[in-house]
C-alpha cells in the first residue's frame, strides 16, 4: 500500500473545539427556552451548521423561518469565534503536531478536510497552518459529510487519488464520506464507536507512519 497524502478532519482529531460548539448550541438553546442534551450534540460532528442547527430544533420542537435560521446560526457561530478568539499552540491534541511534521518529513502531503467555517482560522491560532499542502473548509463546499465533496477537493488540491490517500476522521458521518469516495479512512477513536474504519487510532502520540502502513496491511 503506497500513501502520498493523509487529510484529517480537525474538531477531536487535530484540535479539541467540540467543546466550544457545544457550548455555542447549549447557549442558543437556552435562549430559546429549552436544554441542549449532550447526547444530541454528538450527531453533530462533521455536519454543517445549518444542519446541525436543524437538529438542535428539532430537539427543542422549534419551528422557525428560514430567515430566522440563518440569524441564530450566525449568533451561534459569533459566539462560537468568541470562544476559539484565544486558541493556541496548547490546545492541540497530543502528538498530532509531530506526527503531521514526521510525514511532511517522508514527503508525505497534508490536507485538511473540516465542515468548519473556522478552521483555517482555528489552524493559524494553533500555529500549524504552515504544514498543509491544502486546506478545505465549510467554505470551500456545498455539501456536507457523509457526503464526499470536502475530502475529494482535498484530494485533487494535493494532486493525489484517493486510494493513495487516508483520511484521519473522528466521526462516523465523516468516515462514510472517506470510504464512498475510496479514500483509506482511519478511526480517531473506539472500533466501537468507529467500525466503518479500516483501522483506529487512540491518539497521535508516539505514533508514525510506519506504524499506520503496518495496522493497515494486518487489515487489508
Known amino acids: 500500500m503506497e500513501i502520498k497524502g493523509c487529510i484529517f478532519d480537525l474538531d477531536g482529531v487535530i484540535v479539541d473545539t467540540a467543546k466550544y460548539h457545544y457550548q455555542s448550541w447549549k ?3 437556552k435562549e ?60 492541540l491534541l497530543p502528538g498530532v503536531k509531530v506526527f503531521i511534521e514526521g510525514l511532511r518529513a517522508e514527503g508525505v502531503k497534508i490536507g485538511l478536510g473540516s465542515a468548519s467555517r473556522n478552521a483555517k482560522t482555528i489552524l ?27 475530502f475529494l477537493k482535498g484530494a485533487e488540491g494535493l494532486g493525489l487519488a484517493p486510494e493513495h ?20 479512512p482511519v478511526g480517531v477513536g473506539s472500533p466501537e464507536l468507529l467500525p466503518e474504519a479500516d483501522m483506529h487510532i487512540q491518539s497521535f502520540e508516539n505514533f508514525s507512519l510506519e506504524e499506520v502502513l503496518s495496522q493497515l496491511d494486518k487489515s487489508a
Not at 451548521?49 to 437538529?55: E, F, V
Not at 490517500?165 to 483509506?184: M, N, P, Q, S, Y
Open 32 to 91: 430559546l427556552g429549552f436544554e441542549f442534551d449532550e447526547a444530541v450534540n454528538e450527531r453533530l460532528k462533521g455536519i454543517s451548521r445549518m444542519d446541525s442547527l436543524n437538529i438542535v430544533l428539532a430537539q427543542g420542537g422549534i419551528l422557525v423561518t428560514e430567515e430566522e435560521k440563518e440569524t441564530m446560526c450566525y449568533e451561534k457561530n459569533e459566539w462560537y469565534k468568541e470562544y476559539i478568539s484565544e486558541l493556541d499552540e496548547s490546545e
Open 124 to 150: 493559524k491560532g494553533i500555529g500549524i497552518d504552515h504544514l498543509f499542502d491544502v486546506m478545505i473548509d465549510g467554505n470551500d463546499v456545498s455539501k456536507s459529510k457523509p457526503d464526499p465533496e470536502v
Open 165 to 184: 490517500v487516508v483520511v484521519f476522521e473522528d466521526a462516523r458521518k465523516g468516515l462514510e464520506a472517506a470510504i464512498t469516495a475510496g479514500f483509506i
Open 27 to 29: 447557549r442558543l438553546a
